[in-house]
Each structure stands twice: as structure tokens, then as C-alpha cells.
């Protein structure tokens, strides 16, 4: 099974960011970020989006 080093992961985007689902948003998700230097492949971003807990936390960064 593949891993992601999350300290490695740069440059995060997300897309569907809702703010009526304030403070969850729920929809939110990482639609592009840059792993390890380059850009980060659809099997990278879906792993990324399955750590709900990172997603949440980089999303905070991205708003605020």
C-alpha cells in the first residue's frame, strides 16, 4: 500500500470549498498540491484526500 509523507506535501489547492458548510466543509477536497518537488499524481491526491484529518488542517491553512 502506498504512503504519502504529508512534510512533503507543498503548494496545496482544493476545490468545492463551501463556506455555508462552515466549519466542516465537507465538500472540500485537494484538487492539485505539489509531492516531493513536482507535482503530485491522482493516486497521491486521492491518498492525501483519504487523511481527512490532513485535508481539514490544510484547508484551515488555505482560508486563513
Not at 502506498?2 to 484538487?31: G, M, N, R, W
Request: one cysteine or more.
Amino acid at each position: 500500500m502506498a504512503k504519502i509523507d504529508f512534510h512533503q506535501v507543498t503548494d496545496i489547492e482544493f476545490d468545492d470549498v463551501c463556506h455555508a458548510d462552515y466549519p466542516d466543509y465537507c465538500d472540500a477536497y485537494i484538487s492539485s498540491a505539489t509531492y516531493k518537488g513536482r507535482p503530485a499524481t491522482e493516486q497521491e491526491l486521492d491518498l492525501m484526500n483519504d487523511n481527512s484529518a490532513f485535508v481539514h488542517e490544510e484547508l484551515w491553512n488555505f482560508i486563513y
